[in-house]
């Protein structure tokens, strides 16, 4: 082979200068050499010279030891003369571009590692956030969701007072049975106009309790300490937490981990919206819905309460399969029966305190 054999055409950029020359690209010996009009504006050996990746269609760019540049749109050129004198490869993104089977294999592996991440990593840096969690971040969430809510949403409750009082008494005997205590837990009552009979607990111990569920009971109180025992139950176990770290995504939860609680970690995590349109985990409802049962029967209740309240729900929504109360406490045939089962396993009620 010719030690003058073209390779490629292009221009030739002098070090620390934007005007450019018409050259060409030129083997000479063991390297190469740009060429204009027959002179040689530099050469070099092939070790000497950085050889740009190359990219698609886009221009390929060979850097000489003075800084020169050689600029040329001939790709295949270089590939080539790369390929038969020294086995180079052409480039990694080129090649997945070259090859579609290895560009889907790779795109694969792509998704593949996203639903690991997904699956394993997000829960393992949910657990960390939640045991790093400093106490102030819990009764920030809670404040700022409540106050969100109370601007969008809810509404003062029209219970009476009465009422309001005797629900409240008996809230306090389930407070006082349970593992935070009574000073853990606070219950706000609310007219929850467009979301209807529901009750939701947030991370920092506040209980909301809407109107239209004290209507559904139609009396029974009992029942209506079997639902906000099961609200209790999340707080212990830290459900809603968990949650409220989940929809915050992951970018949150390191920056939470790492102890920077700024401002734009502190508007995802006080979003009210996003609290009531949580759903729990079918795990974490059943054992909340167990919580409910042990609680109920310590503070000397009917610990089958909670599954009444899942049979008035279902007669008065039509609701008998995954939905039920805003799809955050799905209220099932099963779920009914696994209380009743599970209070008959645990024997009779506790005395009346």
Not at 116 to 125: D, E, G, K, Q, S
Not at 138 to 156: C, F, H, K
Not at 330 to 338: D, I, L
């Amino acid at each position: 082979m010719a030690s003058d054999e073209s390779i490629a055409a292009g221009e030739w950029n002098r070090a620390n200068s934007s005007r450019s020359i018409p050259a060409c690209l030129r083997r000479k010996d063991d390297g190469l050499a740009v060429v204009a009009d027959g002179v040689v504006l530099i050469a070099a050996t092939r070790d000497d010279i950085e050889f740009s990746p190359r990219v698609g269609s886009i221009p390929r760019r060979l850097t000489f030891p003075d800084g020169s540049v050689f600029e040329t749109r001939d790709n295949d050129g270089v590939d080539a003369w790369l390929r038969l004198h020294e086995g180079a490869p052409s480039g990694f993104i080129h090649g997945l571009e070259a090859f579609r089977l290895r560009l889907a294999g790779f795109a694969l592996a792509v998704i593949l590692l996203a639903a690991l991440i997904y699956r394993f990593a997000v829960p393992a840096l949910v657990e960390v956030a939640v045991l790093v969690t400093p106490p102030f971040v819990p009764d920030m969430i809670g404040s700022g969701v409540l106050a969100s809510l109370d601007r969008t949403v809810l509404s003062p409750t029209h219970l009476s007072g009465d009422e309001q009082a005797a629900i409240s008494k008996g809230f306090e005997r389930l407070a006082a049975v349970s593992e935070g205590g009574q000073g853990a837990y606070k219950l706000e009552f609310r007219d929850g106009g467009p979301i209807g009979p529901n009750a939701f607990a947030l991370p920092d111990g506040s209980l909301v309790l809407t109107d239209d569920l004290v209507r559904l009971a139609d009396g029974d109180q009992e029942m209506i300490l079997g639902v906000l025992g099961h609200e209790i139950g999340h707080v212990e176990r830290k459900h809603s937490l968990r949650q409220v770290y989940r929809v915050a995504g992951v970018a949150a939860l390191i920056l939470l981990v790492a102890g920077d609680v700024g401002s734009g970690v502190q508007d995802m995590l006080t979003q009210g919206g996003a609290i009531i349109a949580l759903s729990y985990s079918r795990a974490a409802e059943a054992e909340a819905d167990r919580r409910s049962v042990e609680i109920m029967r310590d503070a000397g209740y009917d610990p089958t309460a909670l599954a009444r309240f899942f049979t008035r729900l279902e007669a008065a929504t039509g609701h008998r399969n995954e939905t039920g109360m805003l799809s955050t406490h799905p209220g099932t045939p099963q779920r009914r029966q696994e209380v009743i089962d599970y209070a008959n396993a645990l024997g009779k009620r506790a005395p009346a305190r």
